[in-house]
């Protein structure tokens, strides 16, 4: 059998993490690119280094040769500058896009058959732009967002509560900005609906947290962006695939009629499985989140005509 391939585009703290997260589960051989010659080789020196300690048997090359990545079975991309504090994910649409139009070039020529995930921000245009640029159907690209968006909601919840992380099962769905939308309606505590255990103004406390939560983290490090956990949300979406578990996980999926959105990315419910995305789960939403997944909506819909503008331009 043919050894499984991961190709992680980006050797920045996200790519590191990600090349240590799939080594540690086995889950296939990682090529680490970068364009800045000798960070992506010395990271993947370093990880083998440590394989004769963790015993996991994986190769680990770092280049900055786009056909090095060739045969890849998953693509996870974090190409592209973070965000400092004071910038939101949109301030770095433009630089992003420029980087972003490269590393698509090099996916489609090297990596044809891949299912490329994309975590560089602003989230929801980076994956519009990826499969415009590679052609890929949609069930081959997607965005990782809510993942991480729910991840963050069940440690808040997890932390006012006082209770462990495994008893909380809680959803966020929309746009990864400042305004994407968690859903009280489908979270729940073992069971029990979040409004039985916190009232409704601290929950609205902790959402608020929630939409937040990226700044908060660039707030406290000064100097880069959350890196262990959005690289442990997109390995979350690469072990679905590759081991084909029919996971359901919110992510950025390409919509065509569902929840009444037309060809666009965004945030939703999704089984991925080794065809990639698919399915996307449906969920009945009450009228607070239809009001606030139409306001996530119209954000990502300005986004991705600021976006257009900028290509024009170009």
């Given at each position: 059998?043919?050894?499984?391939?991961?190709?992680?585009?980006?050797?920045?703290?996200?790519?590191?993490?990600?090349?240590?997260?799939?080594?540690?589960?086995?889950?296939?051989?990682?090529?680490?690119?970068?364009?800045?010659?000798?960070?992506?080789?010395?990271?993947?020196?370093?990880?083998?280094?440590?394989?004769?300690?963790?015993?996991?048997?994986?190769?680990?090359?770092?280049?900055?040769?786009?056909?090095?990545?060739?045969?890849?079975?998953?693509?996870?991309?974090?190409?592209?500058?973070?965000?400092?504090?004071?910038?939101?994910?949109?301030?770095?649409?433009?630089?992003?896009?420029?980087?972003?139009?490269?590393?698509?070039?090099?996916?489609?020529?090297?990596?044809?058959?891949?299912?490329?995930?994309?975590?560089?921000?602003?989230?929801?245009?980076?994956?519009?732009?990826?499969k415009r640029i590679t052609g890929f159907p949609k069930n081959r690209v997607v965005?990782?967002?809510?993942?991480?968006?729910?991840?963050?909601?069940?440690?808040?919840?997890?932390?006012?509560?006082?209770?462990?992380?495994?008893?909380?099962?809680?959803?966020?769905?929309?746009?990864?900005?400042?305004?994407?939308?968690?859903?009280?309606?489908?979270?729940?505590?073992?069971?029990?609906?979040?409004?039985?255990?916190?009232?409704?103004?601290?929950?609205?406390?902790i959402e608020d947290r929630v939409r937040k939560a990226g700044g908060e983290i660039?707030?406290?490090?000064?100097?880069?962006?959350?890196?262990?956990?959005?690289?442990?949300?997109?390995?979350?979406?690469?072990?679905?695939?590759?081991?084909?578990?029919?996971?359901?996980?919110?992510?950025?999926?390409?919509?065509?009629?569902?929840?009444?959105?037309?060809?666009?990315?965004?945030?939703?419910?999704?089984?991925?499985?080794?065809?990639?995305?698919?399915?996307?789960?449906?969920?009945?939403?009450?009228?607070?989140?239809?009001?606030?997944?139409?306001?996530?909506?119209?954000?990502?819909?300005?986004?991705?005509?600021?976006?257009?503008?900028?290509?024009?331009?170009?």
């Amino acid at each position: 059998m043919k050894r499984r391939k991961i190709a992680l585009i980006g050797a920045g703290n996200i790519g590191g993490t990600m090349a240590h997260l799939c080594a540690l589960k086995k889950l296939g051989d990682v090529v680490l690119f970068d364009v800045l010659d000798g960070l992506p080789q010395g990271k993947a020196l370093d990880l083998l280094e440590s394989a004769p300690i963790e015993g996991f048997d994986v190769q680990i090359t770092g280049t900055t040769k786009y056909e090095d990545i060739v045969g890849a079975d998953v693509c996870i991309v974090t190409a592209g500058i973070v965000r400092k504090p004071g910038m939101s994910r949109d301030d770095l649409l433009g630089t992003n896009c420029k980087i972003m139009k490269q590393v698509c070039e090099g996916i489609k020529k090297y990596a044809p058959d891949s299912l490329v995930i994309v975590i560089t921000n602003p989230l929801d245009a980076m994956v519009t732009l990826t499969k415009r640029i590679t052609g890929f159907p949609k069930n081959r690209v997607v965005g990782q967002s809510g993942i991480l968006d729910s991840s963050r909601y069940c440690t808040f919840l997890a932390e006012e509560l006082n209770i462990s992380v495994a008893s909380v099962s809680a959803l966020v769905l929309g746009g990864h900005g400042d305004d994407m939308v968690p859903l009280r309606s489908s979270s729940r505590v073992s069971g029990v609906p979040l409004e039985k255990l916190i009232s409704s103004k601290r929950l609205g406390e902790i959402e608020d947290r929630v939409r937040k939560a990226g700044g908060e983290i660039i707030s406290l490090l000064k100097t880069g962006s959350a890196f262990y956990s959005p690289a442990s949300a997109a390995v979350r979406m690469a072990e679905a695939f590759l081991l084909d578990t029919k996971e359901i996980l919110p992510c950025a999926a390409y919509l065509e009629g569902e929840y009444g959105v037309q060809g666009l990315y965004f945030g939703v419910p999704v089984v991925i499985g080794g065809n990639g995305v698919e399915k996307v789960i449906q969920l009945d939403l009450n009228a607070q989140e239809k009001k606030d997944f139409e306001e996530s909506l119209a954000h990502v819909k300005d986004l991705l005509q600021a976006m257009d503008k900028l290509l024009v331009q170009k």
